[in-house]
């Protein structure tokens, strides 16, 4: 099987784990839309080879008040952001390297676990924008600067709660 279609594969599982949770799929990235944020999930893949696969989850939550004129959510422009291996034991940047058939169904296996372990729980922890704000004024912003925290603190401060 070509790196191509253990990509497939993965995707594949993963969408069909997210979508009772209210996720939708375009390619390889997976968003659910909350009242105040939305949760983004993408699969970043990098292949040497046709038959050689590396693949890691990325997380985001990006939040509409925060967000520019007419901008939807996508993870460059998330307020918060994090590799899936950052929250698991490990805190590692994780990459599952697929080699094989049955490296892919490890590896996917692995990684729906790994979604359902960890990223769904922290996207349930990061529901609304009292959570991140909450997040930011104990000093914690993965994705961002510290410049930037700061920055959308104040900006919230002045936008009305949906």
């Not at 997210?18 to 939708?24: E, N, Q």
């Not at 790994?114 to 909450?134: C, G, M």
């Amino acid at each position: 099987m070509s790196s191509e279609a253990h990509k497939k594969q993965i995707g594949l599982a993963v969408a069909t784990m997210l979508a009772p949770l209210g996720f939708r799929r375009k390619g390889q990235v997976f968003t659910r839309q909350l009242d105040e944020v939305a949760h983004i999930l993408s699969l970043q893949s990098s292949s040497s080879t046709a038959s050689n696969l590396k693949i890691t989850v990325n997380l985001g939550v990006w939040v509409s008040s925060l967000a520019e004129d007419g901008s939807k959510p996508d993870l460059l422009s998330a307020h918060w952001s994090e590799r899936l291996g950052f929250l698991m034991p490990q805190r590692i940047d994780c990459w599952w390297e697929i080699l094989s058939g049955h490296d892919a169904e490890l590896a996917t296996k692995r990684i729906v676990e790994a979604i359902q372990t960890y990223a769904i729980p922290q996207f349930e922890r990061l529901a609304n924008r009292d959570a991140l704000v909450a997040l930011w004024k104990a000093g914690h912003s993965p994705g961002l600067t510290e410049f930037q925290a700061k920055r959308y603190l104040e900006k919230i401060e002045h936008a009305p709660s949906t």
